[in-house]
């Protein structure tokens, strides 16, 4: 190449890659009176870093060196470190299995997705908790007709079930569920009041079938006005009292957690198997015979499992990520501490193995100022910092497991995050994570040109929220710094394997 030619090139390249030195100082002065003039409240803060997607430099940052409660962004860190400690390929399995002195034991891995209805319907063939229980039972049955007793084992996670950091006046939600080594049905009993006839009074249904259970109705019905029902554990998952008004019959099923998903699996187990003729136990109810393994139990089975249950990593990410689904972030950060450590799974281990993580990838500097309290973000005592946020997701876009994992379960502005951008203001790809818990409204994630590859990680973790009007200008606030970066996205650093050849 001539020696004009090779400086014609190098000139037009330089030119290339200086474009977003020449206009970070507008796209910082646009981003600061965003900022700046946003009314969240005397208590209001916020903690604003964004960074380019391609270079990792600093576009912006405001009080992003303060350690902030993120809410579920924590499921950022949750869901990405599971791909790198679990593997991409890392598939959940539950057996069945029954030992030579004829006990049924099921042997479970922290599966959050086991039957959960929301995952089975997205299967093919698409199934239902009720198929997977029949089918439990059908193999036993093809196995024996009498069993000596059903035992859950669900050692792979400690048995401390509900975080102590979780608002005690909502344990009792479906987003409070606790967590085991063995769950069912995403952890939450799901109940469908009907008005009934004037014969038979209110009704209730409920998902999945349990017939121990006790229920006390007192509800009534009324002939106007919208159904106002509440439902309450009595002591024990066995007991539960409904109250309330009902006019017309219930299509967003009421859910409420169970208390000891684990055994409340077992009884579901002892209960199809005595449907289908297998006697448990010597008591005419097979509930009875229904236990959890001891802490040390070991077990002499028969022959290898009678049967195994998998669900993907990919199925449990999209549940994370995308619906938010707390019971699922908090089953991968016991599973993550459990491979690592080898000893039961819990939250102070899962949550040494993301710090851990976070040190690795980003500097002790990140790790030791990021509080870690559990996987979903529930917590009010999680701490981190704006830029630690934006540092991690940077990391993550550059690992390929990583990155396609998070790009194919995050919300993005063409489904659930729609609806927080005015129509058409937003023209490139978004792909975040909301957060909220009281006081705190977040947003983190990438915006990114999907023909240049041009693009940002941002997050925005607004704290002290303490009105209304504040709660309402945070989400304004989300929405135009979103807006403002995808007016500049033009303006950021081109990939370099995307830039354009000059010269032969």
């Not at 200086?18 to 009176?33: K, N, V």
């Given at each position: ?54 270079t ?34 890392f ?7 029954i ?52 035992v ?30 063995v ?46 029902v509440?439902i ?42 005595s ?39 990919e ?7 995308y ?64 830029d ?36 058409g ?5 978004v ?20 023909e ?12 002290g ?17 979103v ?9 950021f ?8 050849a000059?010269?032969?």
């Amino acid at each position: 190449m001539p020696a004009t030619a090779r400086s014609l090139s190098l000139f037009i390249l330089t030119a290339l890659f200086a474009i977003p030195l020449a206009a970070a100082a507008q796209i910082r002065t646009e981003l600061e009176s965003i900022v700046r003039n946003a009314a969240l409240g005397k208590d209001g803060i916020a903690g604003v870093s964004v960074v380019d997607l391609n270079t990792g430099a600093t576009l912006y940052q405001h009080r992003a060196t303060e350690a902030l409660a993120p809410a579920s962004n924590m499921k950022l860190f949750t869901s990405a470190a599971a791909v790198k400690v679990l593997g991409p390929d890392f598939v959940f399995q539950t057996d069945l299995a029954i030992t030579k002195d004829g006990t049924v034991v099921l042997v479970g891995s922290g599966d959050p997705a086991f039957a959960d209805p929301e995952v089975m319907k997205h299967r093919t063939p698409s199934t239902m908790p009720s198929d997977l229980f029949g089918a439990l039972a059908g193999v036993v049955q093809n196995k024996t007709t009498r069993v000596k007793e059903v035992v859950v084992d669900d050692r792979i996670f400690e048995r401390e079930l509900i975080h102590p950091d979780w608002p005690t006046d909502q344990l009792e939600r479906w987003y409070c569920a606790p967590i085991a080594g063995v769950n069912v049905h995403s952890n939450v009993l799901a109940f469908y009041p009907n008005p009934g006839t004037p014969d038979t009074g209110t009704t209730v249904d409920i998902s999945p079938l349990a017939p121990w259970l006790e229920i006390e109705n007192l509800s009534r019905r009324v002939y106007e006005g919208r159904n106002a029902v509440w439902i309450q554990r009595s002591g024990s998952d066995d007991k539960w009292t409904i109250r309330g008004t009902i006019n017309v019959p219930t299509q967003v099923p009421i859910e409420v957690s169970i208390y000891n998903p684990a055994l409340f699996m077992g009884k579901i187990l002892a209960d199809r198997l005595s449907a289908v003729g297998v006697l448990v136990g010597t008591d005419r109810t097979p509930y009875t015979a229904v236990r959890l393994a001891g802490e040390h139990e070991s077990f002499e089975f028969e022959g290898p499992p009678l049967a195994r249950h998998t669900s993907t990593l990919e199925e449990i990410l999209h549940r994370v990520n995308y619906d938010s689904h707390n019971m699922y972030a908090e089953a991968l950060i016991k599973r993550m501490g459990n491979a690592v450590t080898g000893e039961p799974g819990s939250w102070d281990n899962g949550a040494a193995v993301i710090r851990m993580l976070i040190a690795e990838k980003l500097g002790p500097e990140h790790a030791s100022s990021t509080i870690i309290r559990d996987g979903s973000g529930l917590s009010r005592e999680n701490r981190v910092r704006p830029d630690t946020v934006t540092s991690w997701l940077f990391e993550m876009y550059h690992d390929d497991d990583a990155r396609t994992a998070l790009l194919g379960s995050l919300p993005t502005a063409k489904n659930k995050l729609g609806q927080r951008f005015r129509l058409g203001s937003v023209g490139n790809e978004v792909y975040a994570k909301t957060g909220t818990i009281n006081n705190v409204r977040c947003l983190s994630g990438y915006i990114i040109n999907p023909e240049t590859g041009q693009g940002a990680a941002f997050s925005f973790l607004l704290n002290g929220l303490t009105t209304g009007d504040s709660i309402a200008c945070a989400r304004n606030l989300h929405r135009d710094l979103v807006e403002c970066l995808d007016r500049n996205i033009d303006q950021f650093t081109i990939p370099a394997d995307t830039a354009p050849a000059f010269g032969g």
